[in-house]
């Protein structure tokens, strides 16, 4: 899977899963995928990129894997 599949070329995320999370996890996620560099390691820049955004946002990161979580299953089709 592709994240460009997630998300759209201005960063908006359109999934069922993203509409139910809060404004401010909204903002958070939304940061995240404006810091993952296309270059690198993509799962090092990601994890990378929530360590950050969680810390910044004051959110624990397990909020992040549980939505993440729930974002991949939507996108397979096994929600």
Request: no cysteine.
């Amino acid at each position: 899977m592709l994240v460009s599949r997630i998300v759209k070329e201005n960063l908006e995320i359109d999934s069922q899963s993203f509409r139910n999370l809060s404004p401010k996890m909204k903002e958070a996620v939304n940061d995240i995928f404006k810091l993952v560099k296309n270059e690198g390691n993509l799962i090092f820049n990601f994890e990378n990129a929530v360590d950050k955004v969680a810390k910044f946002h004051n959110i624990n990161v397990e909020k992040f894997n549980e939505y993440f979580d729930k974002e991949i299953l939507e996108q397979l089709g096994e929600k």
